[in-house]
């Protein structure tokens, strides 16, 4: 049993722990005794991250910021209810209204009960509950939230965007110029993946995994590497280990590039963009050359990696950061003296540092506001427990500090691979050592099935993954929360206040994920 920490110390009381749940334990409580932590969480700081259903149980994930600790809790809902976390966490409310529309599991007393995901074009309601309902005969139009006032107007914006962009809908409510409220509309790119990774093979559920968002493939395939290995106690060779988080800082590097130059081509800077894009190109160029993919996809496996980078891959690595460094420099120099950027992005899109904290939002856009968690730091993982880098951190919350967040990130990744590089142990065997874990029963596994959950790093911020494997070796139950189920709501009160043509500046400054939002 888990000491007597304030978090551990409430569950202990209320709750009987799971066995097989790793690392972190999980506990599954009564009612009354979740309605007893929904009373305790609106009197102390404790951060959800991550809220989930089946057909019927629901499950949530916290933790305890000051001392690192993290605990699932669980509910049965044989009457397929639960008490809301919403009116005490609002971070949970989209997630309750996601449940809802899969699994059929009423929040109540929730803050908002619309639907979220399910847009009546599915062919049927409740698709993972136990009894699939048809869809509504007519269904109605979503129903935007009012907005009273004098002289306002509604602007509508998408799905569909101009550009190479994923669907999403904005709904401005602006007093001439100026935005009153915002309120979005997602779930166009709902995929099905956690219906999709039921049954599947481990190998099978980890390509899919990988597609939860394209950019975040590395990241996505770590978490859910990590979830898996947790639950079945593997231990991944330690060569795969540091390779892992060499794909991770490329993939951060190089998506960290792009967002620059967008948010200085959306305040009419184009000759950033086409600086950043040429920057983000040579680093895609040489993952392809070592890892045989530019953007890395299927490289990250449960078990291990797919592939070792090549003899030359050191090198070239190393010659990558060489470049960047001297590349990078003049264009951060161009970018914090040009007035007219800095016109546009100071004092723009300000996210206040007790939202963040009330959304538990991470990524560059809680270390912007002050929150300066960093999922490589704590819980923490390997192999960054053994190297040197620094979080960043600012208070401003404006799209400035997103952006400069974002340039200090990349100059610590690129110290951080320079790390790598150098210290990286073993000897390029090609797979030995780093193949996959074979999906089939683990030995001495029998029938019972493992859980285990991951905390993850992404270039956006953290992402979680939630597992449940069978004895069989297929997956029973997966649940991948992007960091963006976090962010999205915070651009809503970003642009408020702000005029409608800033509104690509903060979005862009923000850069939620469409895909991995949409699941």
Request: with cysteine; aromatic share 8%; charged share 25%.
């Amino acid at each position: 049993m888990y000491g007597e920490q304030p978090l551990f110390g409430l569950l202990n009381r209320i709750g009987t722990p799971v066995e097989g749940h790793r690392p972190w334990p999980r506990y599954r409580l009564t009612r009354e005794g979740w309605l007893a932590m929904i009373e305790e969480l609106a009197g102390n700081a404790w951060t959800l991250l991550g809220l989930w259903g089946e057909q019927h149980a629901v499950h949530a994930a916290f933790r305890e910021d000051l001392a690192g600790d993290i605990a699932v809790v669980s509910l049965d809902c044989p009457q397929g209810r639960f008490p809301s976390l919403s009116p005490v966490r609002p971070s949970a409310n989209r997630l309750e209204r996601a449940i809802h529309d899969l699994f059929g599991l009423t929040a109540e007393r929730t803050t908002d009960p619309r639907s979220w995901l399910d847009h009546d074009a599915w062919g049927v309601r409740r698709p993972l509950s136990d009894h699939p309902a048809a869809p509504a005969p007519n269904p109605g139009p979503y129903t935007f939230l009012p907005v009273e006032g004098e002289g306002l107007h509604q602007i509508p914006v998408g799905p569909v965007h101009a550009g190479i962009i994923e669907p999403g809908h904005f709904r401005f409510t602006a007093n001439g110029e100026t935005v009153v409220r915002l309120e979005e509309r997602l779930g166009y790119v709902h995929k099905g993946i956690e219906g999709l990774m039921r049954g599947k093979s481990i190998g099978d559920a980890a390509r899919l995994a990988a597609r939860v968002s394209g950019d975040s493939t590395v990241a996505h395939s770590l978490a859910f590497a990590r979830a898996v290995e947790a639950a079945l106690g593997v231990e991944v060779p330690p060569r795969a280990v540091w390779l892992r988080a060499l794909m991770a800082e490329l993939e951060r590097i190089a998506n960290h590039f792009g967002d620059i130059g967008a948010v200085c081509n959306d305040a009419a800077f184009a000759f950033m963009l086409a600086e950043m894009s040429q920057l983000r190109e040579r680093v895609l160029r040489v993952a392809d050359t070592c890892f045989g993919h530019r953007l890395m996809m299927d490289r990250v496996v449960p078990g291990g990696v797919s592939v070792d980078i090549p003899e030359r891959g050191p090198a070239l690595l190393l010659d990558l950061v060489a470049d960047l460094r001297k590349r990078f420099a003049p264009l951060v120099t161009i970018y914090d003296g040009k007035a007219s950027l800095q016109d546009r992005t100071v004092s723009t899109g300000i996210v206040s540092t007790g939202l963040v904290n009330r959304f538990g939002t991470g990524g560059y856009v809680g270390r912007a506001s002050g929150r300066g968690l960093d999922a490589r730091r704590s819980p923490g993982y390997a192999p960054y427990d053994d190297l040197e880098f620094e979080v960043p951190v600012l208070t401003e919350g404006d799209v400035n500090a997103r952006v400069w967040i974002r340039i200090r990130e990349v100059e610590q990744s690129l110290s951080l691979i320079e790390q790598i590089v150098k210290r990286i142990p073993g000897v390029p065997r090609g797979l030995d050592g780093t193949t996959p874990l074979p999906c089939v029963p683990v030995e001495g596994q029998g029938e019972t099935a493992r859980e285990g959950m991951a905390l993850v790093e992404a270039f956006r911020g953290e992402i979680l993954t939630w597992v449940r494997v069978n004895g069989d070796g297929t997956i029973d139950r997966c649940h991948p929360r992007d960091a963006s189920w976090f962010q999205w709501p915070l651009l809503e009160a970003a642009i408020e206040g702000n005029i409608v043509a800033d509104f690509p500046l903060c979005n862009k400054s923000f850069n939620c994920s469409y895909s991995g939002h949409d699941l």
